[in-house]
């Protein structure tokens, strides 16, 4: 999308007035306040400039007050520390299930992305998000147990106490699971998974995972 | 709070700390370190015959003032704040989750302040936490919770822990400027850094800036505190304890607000001479590596 060029390289302390508002386009790390762009983090000053490719297409199709916006450059603060990563809306998240009830799954978000995260946040998969189709047939016991780990998507905030999260693509859902043996189980269809030692079938709503790579970004990706 | 009524029992063989020693000892300290500055006492007595004396600084001098980041490892920042003989430790916990947040929108912000037992050579403190520290606390966040981006940590809690070491005057202000230190040091999105400033008004018609205990427990006194955002130039706090003439109130909240100012271009010379350093130790490392 954008270039990732940097200019400057200088120290930036929360609250320094960095340029007017009509200069660059306020990201990361920065807000706008009275015409002003102003940083809210300490750390270092980066300008990103914008693909002139990009632009060249837009500006034919847009009018002419998008054009100035269009040339524009990006300026971001980059932190030198993260406080620690939080779930937003869309990320992909692992999360571990704690409890189930036949409308809704309660879930511990272990990590997102591929960064873990220091303490858990509370999550709940309601029964109308766990699949995409015959939503009205899912059944939240064959779908998942207390123990599985899954891949799940953020939907919103929630109520006060836990996100809501949603499995209703191919590429979420139980990613590991137990069985009653104690086993870890081998999936064999979208909804089943089955114990090697005893060869009892469970069912499950199981992510299909990319055979390459194991990672959470790159099943997103597919 | 969790209260461990098995220590609340003080322990009593402790005598206070005597200063005078130190005083005598510092002041060759610093005629050895800073010539230039000449030792001038300025004194004032006021009705109740109490001696006020400033060694080595003017009524409009803060006292010297020295700031550290990334102190603990624990939590997420954290900064040391010393400002002549109060010290305050302040530690960060957050961003983290919350079990019971009725406005999910945007970050809680909670504020604990702790006196050690050994802060303080005028009171006897005890383990359990008193009014006095519930009142500091909620001061504390009240000037700093407008500084802070809260909308952008939604459903989530920042805790700030503050231990005040060492307590002889002013530790309102030490504490404030701990916590938007440690707040920066922690990289929470603020819109700007608080800085406070506090200033003592005397009935024979002294300010001093930046008080000491002798001096902010002198009877008749009245102090002014401002917290106030320099760069938005923004005030976020208030208080006044006892009386003043409304031209005297005028005076003292210029004087805090040239003082604030003092105090914000410390605290961010202070930021980036760390990042500074970080950056040096990090490519120090990098070229042991290699």
Known sequence: MSQTTST????????QRLCKES????????????GYIYSSVLGFKHIIKRNINENTVNNNNNENENQVENNKDYIVVLKEREPGILPEIGSIVTVQVLRINPKLA????????????????????????????????????????????????????????????????????????????????????????????TKTKEFRKVAKMDQDDDTTTDSKNE | MKIDYRCSNPIKTTKPIDYSVYKNKKLSINGNGNNNINTSINTTVNSNNIKIQRINRSDEQLRQIFMKIGVVSQG?????????????????????????????ETA?????????????????????????EKDLSLLITQSIIGSIRLEKYPKTAIDIYILVLNDDGN?????????????????????????????????????????????????????????????????????????????????CVDLCIDGCDKIYSIMKQNLIDSLLQKQKEKEQQQQQQQ
């Open chain 1, 8 to 15: 400057t390289n200088d120290i930036i302390t929360p609250g």
């Open chain 2, 76 to 104: 997420s920042g954290s900064s040391y704040v010393e400002m002549g003989k109060t010290k305050v430790l302040c530690t960060i916990h957050g961003p983290r989750a919350t079990q019971k947040t009725e406005l999910f």
């Open chain 2, 171 to 251: 530790v309102l202000v030490a504490s404030i400027t701990a916590a938007t230190m440690a707040l920066a040091d922690a990289g929470v999105e603020m819109f700007d850094m608080v800085s406070s400033c506090s200033v003592s008004s005397t009935k024979d018609n002294r300010t001093l800036i930046d008080p000491t205990t002798s001096e902010e427990t002198i009877p008749t006194s009245s102090t002014i505190l401002v917290a106030k955002m320099p760069s938005l130039n923004e005030i976020t706090q208030i208080i006044q304890t006892g009386e003043l003439q409304y031209t005297n109130v005028l005076e």
């Open chain 1, 106 to 197: 309660s879930v511990a978000i272990l990590c997102v992305g591929t960064k873990a995260l220091k303490e858990t946040f509370n999550g709940v998969i309601r029964i109308q998000d766990v699949r995409a189709t015959e939503i009205d047939k899912v059944e939240i016991y064959k779908s998942f147990r207390p123990g599985d780990i899954v891949l799940a998507q953020i939907i919103s905030l929630g109520d006060s106490r836990s996100y809501y999260l949603s499995t209703a693509k191919n590429e979420l859902g139980v990613v590991f699971a137990q069985s009653v043996a104690g086993s870890t189980m081998i999936p064999i269809s979208w909804n089943t998974m089955q114990c090697p030692k």
């Open chain 1, 23 to 34: 200069d660059y386009i306020s990201s990361e790390g920065t807000y706008i306040h009275k």
């Open chain 2, 108 to 132: 809680k912000l909670n504020c604990e302040l702790k006196y050690t037992t050994f802060s303080s050579t005028t009171e006897k403190i005890e383990y359990v936490e008193n009014s006095k």
